[in-house]
Nanobody, 124 residues
Framework: QVPLVESGGGSVQAGGSLRLSCVGF????????VAWFRQPPGKEREGVAV????????YYSESVKGRFTISEDTAKNTVYLQMTSLKSEDTAMYYC?????????????????WGKGTLVAISS
């Protein structure tokens, strides 16, 4: 089991920044990547960023590329999502997920471990 806990969500104005944290991916043989997904109200869940642990390869969705940065601190078992230049369309519940995947952005159904989410609300 890989318990994941997200934090850092909140309400900010458009153009602002937030940093999300995901604690708990640990050193598990069943995890080679940690991803952030988001689910806007009334829409499907989408992957926004992923980091492959150890090697550090990162991938982003086109909608956040250049604005969001994913990073890891293995000593703290924490993955961060730094979000800048936030837009109203970034409003969503953000989830941290971990699992095994080959490369690039994983599908949500490929992730074995999920946090409960943290809410990000951007006002224009």
């Amino acid at each position: 089991q890989v318990p994941l806990v997200e934090s850092g969500g909140g309400s900010v104005q458009a153009g602002g920044s937030l940093r999300l944290s995901c604690v708990g991916f640990g050193d598990s043989d069943s995890v080679n990547c940690v991803a952030w997904f988001r689910q806007p109200p009334g829409k499907e869940r989408e992957g926004v960023a992923v980091i492959y642990t150890g090697g550090g390869a990162t991938y982003y969705s086109e909608s956040v590329k250049g604005r969001f940065t994913i990073s890891e601190d293995t000593a703290k078992n924490t993955v961060y999502l730094q979000m800048t230049s936030l837009k109203s369309e970034d409003t969503a519940m953000y989830y941290c997920a971990a699992g095994l995947y080959a490369s690039h952005m994983p599908r949500a159904d490929a992730m074995d471990y999920w946090g409960k989410g943290t809410l990000v609300a951007i006002s224009s």
